[in-house]
């Protein structure tokens, strides 16, 4: 089976920066693949490559088997969902749809069809005769996606399409864009800034931090598994412990340790990794409550409590003495060089 | 929250309990009277508009009917349509339909011309290139038009620069073939009407870039992206998004030249064959011969045709630019 894309030591800089800096990485076929990472760090650029809007300085872009290096976008067989969705304002829906199959010359029955059975795909079939503008940010993605799909691409670029929904909807098209690729079988490449979206609906998860790859793995082992400080840290917000303290408790130069793993109590446990401190933050989230301690000058530890109606106890107070405890199975070693180097 | 002012009077308390004079009293009123507002700063210019404009161009028109005496050379008040009947008379009419087709032609190559420059300066000036730009095409409006037109004059007469320069270029042949064409040409550059042609299109160009370039602007770079994303190449992206999203910004464009082409009458006597174009006709009748009746009588055609021309490219979203 050959992959869909290939990045052999690709760079890209623009300027001074490098946006992108020696990254290779194979994304297999039919795969759901999320780039993830904060704003700068790399990803969104990645993504332009595989599309072809830029032009690797180093390295080669290799898709389907075919080196794509310097091929324009309209020769590349990807298509780009964009975060603006980039709907053309002066055409109808179904003329949108139709775009790309009209600029490759297929006869305009047939075009007018298979845009009428994309339409269909994303729910929208009454609503081929209207004008971008007068549809909902919700609808706008959804024809964004059936203009991109209806060209049967081996790849599907998803830029962040989710960022501009509310939160309702953007759960429901979290779950719809996983069953179109599970039924539709191409691969998704889905970038995003947002770890939950990406743990949600990715096969592999490639955690972009200063234009390279921290940790390419499943979600997870991402989230369980962090190999360094930056991805304990980015993904599911990990507490980190480095230096003397990570020496005493685990023996390592840094550790990872979930808040929802850390338990407070009002007295020290045994067995356990047991620390006290004083009490500098409370809040409440709704489902949690997430309680901040200071067990060392400066360091601060969070732990996150369920709110639960049956163990109504009283919670601490900023300022109070308290114990936290966690398991010594919690804790995740991390890789202490690429924690220097990530410089964080 | 009474009790929070009461409880920290020298925080909060002392700010509303100060007198109000007159003029804060007065800005007060105002912004909760927005329609008041809105009244005082629109009767002043809406009086001006009504009674300088509109009433001054009824007037006008309304002269159109009034009769004029060939023998004693004297306007009556006796109500007549002959004046605007006597527009269709062959001789006018070949001055309306002259005029027109200047008016188009130079629209049309303005746009052509001005395409690509507003396109440079939309898409990849920036910083001072497009401060240049900008300063580049505003820069021949600084100078009376007057000027320009005369200066074109000698730019295009037989011994002048332009000659000279074609001659350089070993292309006076072709000067030549393109004068002699009908309709075009003439005895020289300068009396042809493709001398008057270049003059009008050079005039008024800066009218047609900068809503061009406007236009061009407010187009999204994601929308040719997208094109190409979809396998549109270069030029199809050109045709299918770019072209049809600058529609309005050419249609604002092609306002300016039009109208300025259609009502213009120094151009006319400076450059290019004899033969009268609307301004000029007006200026000869109530000059010359003292005609007003006919001279308001041809001011009614550039009202008629510049509005139907609004109506055609209204149609096509061109105020969407403005």
């Given at each position: ?13 623009f300027g001074d920066v ?327 | ?113 001005a395409f690509p420059v507003a396109y440079y300066m939309a898409r990849y000036a920036s910083g001072k290139t497009k401060a240049f730009f900008y300063l580049a095409v505003m820069l021949p409006m600084w100078t ?61 160009l800066p009218?047609?870039i900068l809503p061009i370039q406007a236009s061009l602007e407010r187009l999204?770079p ?101």
């Amino acid at each position: 089976m050959t992959n869909a894309v290939e990045f052999i030591n690709t760079c890209r800089r623009f300027g001074d920066v490098t946006a992108v800096d020696r990254v290779s990485l194979n994304i297999a076929e039919g795969e759901f693949f999320s780039m993830l990472g904060p704003s700068g760090s790399g990803k969104t650029t990645c993504l332009r490559l595989i599309a072809g809007f830029e032009q690797p300085d180093d390295g080669q872009i290799v898709i389907h088997g075919k080196d794509a290096t310097g091929l324009p976008p309209y020769q590349r067989n990807v298509n780009t969902v964009f975060q603006d969705y980039a709907l053309f304002p002066h055409m109808s829906v179904i003329d949108n749809i139709a775009y790309g199959l009209m600029v490759k010359g297929v006869a305009k029955k047939e075009r007018l069809a298979r845009a009428q059975e994309a339409l269909e795909l994303v729910a929208l079939k009454d609503h081929g005769s209207r004008k971008p503008a007068q549809l909902s940010g919700g609808q706008r993605q959804r024809i964004a996606l059936a203009r991109a799909l209806v060209n049967r691409p081996k790849v599907l670029l998803l830029d962040e399409p989710l960022g501009a929904l509310d939160l309702k909807l953007r759960e429901q098209m979290q779950g719809e864009l996983k069953r179109l690729q599970r039924q539709l079988g191409i691969t998704f490449i889905f970038v995003t800034h947002d770890q939950t979206e990406a743990l949600s609906m990715s096969d592999r998860v490639a955690v972009f931090n200063r234009g390279r790859i921290e940790q390419l793995d499943t979600p997870q082992n991402l989230y369980n598994r962090p190999a360094t400080e930056f991805v304990a840290s980015f993904v599911g917000s990990a507490n980190v412990v480095r230096g003397e303290l990570a020496h005493k408790l685990a023996g390592v130069d840094a550790f990872a340790v979930r808040p929802e793993f850390i338990s407070v109590n009002n007295s020290a446990l045994t067995e356990q990794i047991n620390l006290s401190g004083t009490v500098t933050d409370i809040q409440y989230q709704g489902a949690n409550t997430r309680i901040e301690v200071e067990v060392a000058p400066g360091v601060l530890i969070a732990a996150l409590q369920a709110n639960t109606l049956l163990t109504e106890q009283p919670l601490p107070t900023p300022g109070q003495v308290t114990h936290i405890s966690w398991q010594t199975g919690a804790m995740v070693s991390l890789d202490s060089s690429r924690t220097a180097a990530a410089g964080a | 929250m009474s009790s929070a002012v009461s409880s920290n009077p020298a925080a909060f308390n002392s700010h509303p309990e100060q007198p109000r004079n007159l003029l804060q009293r007065c800005s007060d009123a105002l912004y909760l009277q927005p329609q008041l507002l809105l009244l005082l700063l629109l009767t002043p210019p809406l009086l001006w508009f009504g009674s300088v404009y509109i009433a001054s161009l009824l007037a006008l028109l309304w002269q159109g009917l009034y009769t004029f005496d060939d023998f004693t050379m004297l306007v009556s008040h006796t109500l007549t349509l002959s004046n605007y009947a006597q527009l269709f008379e062959a001789a006018n009419f070949d001055i309306i339909l002259r005029t027109l087709l200047m008016a188009l032609s130079v629209s049309l190559f303005s746009a052509m011309l001005a395409f690509p420059v507003a396109y440079y300066m939309a898409r990849y000036a920036s910083g001072k290139t497009k401060a240049f730009f900008y300063l580049a095409v505003m820069l021949p409006m600084w100078t009376s038009y007057i000027v320009k037109a005369y200066a074109w004059t000698l730019l295009l007469a037989q011994e002048g620069v332009s000659n000279w320069f074609i001659d350089l270029l070993h292309l006076t042949p072709v000067l030549n073939w393109l004068l002699s064409l009908p309709g075009i040409g003439g005895n020289t550059l300068s009396t042809s009407n493709l001398g008057r042609f270049l003059v009008f299109t050079y005039i008024w160009l800066p009218f047609m870039i900068l809503p061009i370039q406007a236009s061009l602007e407010r187009l999204p770079p994601s929308l040719l992206q997208a094109s190409s994303d979809l396998g549109a190449t270069p030029a199809k992206t050109f045709r299918h998004v770019i072209l049809p999203l600058s529609v309005p910004g050419i249609a604002a464009g092609s306002i300016f030249t039009f109208s300025l082409t259609l009502g213009d009458y120094i151009v006319p006597q400076l450059v290019g064959p004899p033969g009268l174009f609307l301004g000029s006709m007006v200026y000869v009748q109530q000059g010359s011969i003292g005609n007003m009746p006919m001279a308001a009588a041809f001011t009614l055609v550039p009202i008629v045709l510049i509005s139907v021309y609004l109506a055609i490219v209204k149609r096509m979203g061109a105020f969407d630019a403005l």
